[in-house]
């Protein structure tokens, strides 16, 4: 078991990151590098943090259901998706270097810093859709569910992106099943863990509390909150994390 005083800034650090990570995703990444500093094996830090990412799922999704902002004819086909390319993700956990990994989130961050910049509209007003629309969405979001069943740092910020910006779904409605997504990608990915035997069960216990609070009270103020203020803190956070991630990276 980890110290004591290490044991509180964990659940300092995931609290904050799971009440603003409900908009923002992207909480892995600043939570999983600390659990790594505070002595946490990485491939156990990884799993544990996933396991903890189903209750932040569950408490950041019960206020959206609460509130009616899901549109479930658009996200079921994301959840299936997500379903089969998370378990290949969690399978295949390992077999990547850091840096790869690393590179891959500060690209991923950058690339939808600039999309939600350049696309100013996007999320705020009805979409246009294309016959390439549904095709490239699918396609984008199975291959990321690989990416989310194997970290999760940077996956909802860019399955967000996805259904904004490509999708055609507004602030708000992307938010919203992006937490129904997750939920589904992180229990299906615990469950390899698990089977792997790579969870360390007491501490996910106690993140996983700590998270689920974060994210009930991060969701229950971001059902108050227009397209418009959800673009603004999604955007800040965005733009924050891609520099940490370059930061890091380099």
Same mark, same amino acid.
């Given at each position: 078991?980890?110290? @004591?005083?290490?044991?509180?800034?964990?659940?300092?650090?995931?609290?904050? =990151?799971?009440?603003?990570?409900?908009?923002?995703?992207?909480?892995?990444?600043?939570?999983?590098?600390?659990?790594?500093?505070?002595?946490?094996?990485?491939?156990?830090?990884?799993?544990?943090?996933?396991?903890?990412?189903?209750?932040?799922?569950?408490?950041?999704?019960?206020?959206?259901?609460?509130?009616?902002?899901?549109?479930?004819?658009?996200?079921?086909?994301?959840?299936?998706?997500?379903?089969?390319?998370?378990?290949?993700?969690?399978?295949?956990?390992?077999?990547?270097?850091?840096?790869?990994?690393?590179?891959?989130?500060?690209?991923?961050?950058?690339?939808?810093?600039?999309?939600?910049?350049?696309?100013?509209?996007?999320?705020?007003?009805?979409?246009?859709?294309?016959?390439?629309?549904?095709? &490239?969405?699918?396609?984008?979001?199975?291959?990321?569910? @690989?990416?989310?069943?194997?970290?999760?740092?940077?996956?909802?910020?860019?399955?967000?992106?996805?259904?904004?910006?490509?999708?055609?779904?507004?602030?708000?409605?992307?938010?919203?099943?992006?937490?129904?997504?997750?939920?589904?990608?992180?229990?299906?990915?615990?469950?390899?863990?698990?089977?792997?035997?790579?969870?360390?069960?007491?501490?996910?216990?106690?993140?996983?509390? =700590?998270?689920?609070?974060?994210?009930?009270?991060?969701?229950?103020?971001?059902?108050? &909150?227009?397209?418009?203020?959800?673009?603004?803190?999604?955007?800040?956070?965005? &733009? &924050?994390?891609?520099?940490?991630?370059?930061?890091?990276?380099?």
């Amino acid at each position: 078991m980890i110290p @004591i005083y290490a044991l509180a800034v964990l659940i300092a650090v995931f609290f904050l =990151t799971s009440v603003i990570g409900v908009v923002t995703g992207s909480n892995s990444l600043i939570a999983v590098p600390v659990m790594f500093q505070l002595g946490v094996e990485p491939r156990v830090a990884v799993a544990t943090n996933m396991f903890g990412l189903v209750f932040m799922a569950v408490g950041g999704t019960i206020p959206f259901v609460r509130q009616q902002k899901i549109d479930y004819a658009k996200t079921w086909p994301l959840v299936a998706l997500t379903v089969v390319s998370s378990a290949i993700g969690a399978v295949v956990v390992g077999r990547l270097s850091d840096t790869i990994i690393k590179l891959i989130v500060s690209v991923a961050m950058i690339a939808v810093a600039i999309f939600s910049l350049l696309r100013r509209n996007a999320g705020l007003e009805p979409a246009t859709r294309h016959s390439w629309t549904l095709p &490239l969405t699918y396609a984008l979001v199975f291959l990321l569910g @690989i990416y989310g069943g194997l970290f999760s740092g940077g996956y909802v910020t860019i399955l967000t992106a996805i259904c904004i910006g490509i999708y055609g779904m507004r602030y708000s409605e992307a938010v919203a099943s992006t937490k129904l997504v997750n939920m589904f990608s992180s229990a299906v990915a615990t469950a390899v863990f698990m089977w792997q035997g790579l969870v360390d069960y007491k501490l996910g216990l106690i993140i996983g509390v =700590t998270m689920f609070v974060g994210a009930y009270t991060g969701a229950h103020y971001a059902t108050k &909150l227009n397209d418009i203020w959800l673009r603004r803190v999604f955007l800040t956070t965005v &733009l &924050l994390l891609a520099i940490k991630t370059i930061y890091d990276f380099i």
